[in-house]
Nanobody, 125 residues
Framework: QVQLVESGGGLVQAGGSLRLSCAAS????????MGWFRQAPGKEREFVAA????????YYADPVKGRSTISRDSAKNTVSLPTNSLKPEDTAVYYC??????????????????WGQGTQVTVSS
């Protein structure tokens, strides 16, 4: 019912910036929130940021607070995550996710119904 495709990943030098995007297709009438997660090799998938689809309220994990800004464009059915002051510890595969479950803040992976394929972000030191 919902398909998500991430883009915008790549190789960035520490201190630089990038913008991740997620394009959604399919039904969105029941969407409650969308989020971003990241997973580095050998590590658990961790929450990055989430946004309530209708109200636009946001929530951030501490490591990206003040550096990332999650936003959504309801008309285009997209969600973005620009991040500045990138650090090597930001290196991971980043995933966007979509949920119809009314859980807030939606910081747990099991709260989400749909996932994208992921996009690699590598930050060099």
């Amino acid at each position: 019912q919902v398909q998500l495709v991430e883009s915008g990943g790549g190789l960035v030098q520490a201190g630089g910036s990038l913008r991740l995007s997620c394009a959604a297709s399919g039904r969105t009438n029941s969407r409650y929130a969308m989020g971003w997660f990241r997973q580095a090799p050998g590590k658990e998938r961790e929450f990055v940021a989430a946004i309530l689809w209708n109200a636009g309220m946001t929530y951030y994990a501490d490591p990206v607070k003040g550096r990332s800004t999650i936003s959504r464009d309801s008309a285009k059915n997209t969600v973005s995550l620009p991040t500045n002051s990138l650090k090597p510890e930001d290196t991971a595969v980043y995933y966007c996710a979509d949920t119809s479950r009314s859980i807030w803040p939606a910081t747990r992976a099991f709260s989400y119904d749909y996932w994208g394929q992921g996009t690699q972000v590598t930050v060099s030191s």
